[in-house]
């Protein structure tokens, strides 16, 4: 098991702002473990108690409706922290977290990261920095879910996916989502996802191998997405 201050994770999110005594103190109480594709790691109204450091893989956090339906609100991938809000204000979760590949993730309890927000500046800045970013991508959710077409809000996500994700060997983009997976992302049922990818493809803005998705026309992709 790797430690904390030995580890390149830490770099890419608010752990990067603690000292080595307070990443050393954290080694000792965090546990390490693998999710495997699909297993939850936690659930919708659960208490997380801490916060989860994804080591390697990605994960879709997502909202049931009342009417059954599941809405994904985020993608965590590796190097993000999970859970930061349980650390503020101590409530269960309102979101569940899935794995969408294998994941290797770090649990570091609540009690020890809220030591380190009360002492260190820094990382209480970084974490609240991280929090507002979160609070803004939600706001443009909600707006682009009340005012854009379905299209549009397929071209945003493909466009978002691009920029967020590394590329594979053959330039697909890294992540594998299902058919469902997209269509709730943006929001509507999985067979007019299909639809529009289809739609997508025949114009050739995108190029579709199995569950593998190539940007082709990041462009077209953006004036669909504006409404242009």
């Known amino acids: 098991m790797s430690k904390c201050e030995q580890c390149i994770i830490r770099q890419f999110n608010s752990l990067k702002e603690l000292t080595k005594d307070e990443l050393v103190r954290i080694s000792a109480c965090k546990t390490s473990k693998i999710i495997k594709k699909g297993e939850v790691l936690f659930e919708e109204g659960q208490h997380i108690n801490g916060v989860f450091c994804v080591k390697d893989g990605i994960c879709k956090v997502s909202k049931m409706s009342d009417n059954g339906r599941e809405q994904i609100v985020h993608l965590i991938r590796k190097g993000d922290l999970l859970g930061e809000r349980s650390l503020i204000n101590n409530e269960v979760a ?12 770090c649990f570091i309890p609540r009690d020890e990261i809220v030591n380190d927000l009360q002492k260190n500046h820094n990382f209480t800045m970084d974490i609240l920095k991280n929090m507002a970013l979160s609070l803004k991508n939600a706001d443009n959710v909600i707006v682009d879910m009340a005012q854009k077409t379905v299209k549009q809000r397929l071209a945003a996500t493909l466009l978002y996916l691009d920029s967020k994700f590394n590329k594979t060997e053959n330039g697909a983009i ?3 989502l299902t058919r469902e997976d997209i269509a709730n992302i943006i929001g509507t049922a999985t067979e007019s996802a299909i639809r529009l990818l289809s739609e997508f493809k025949k114009k050739k803005l995108i190029a ?13 992709l953006q004036d669909i997405s504006t409404g242009l």
């Open 94 to 105: 309102n979101l569940k977290a899935t794995a969408v590949n294998d994941m290797e993730v």
């Open 208 to 220: 579709l191998k199995g569950k593998q998705i190539f940007v082709l026309d990041t462009q077209q």
């Open 174 to 176: 890294d992540v594998t």
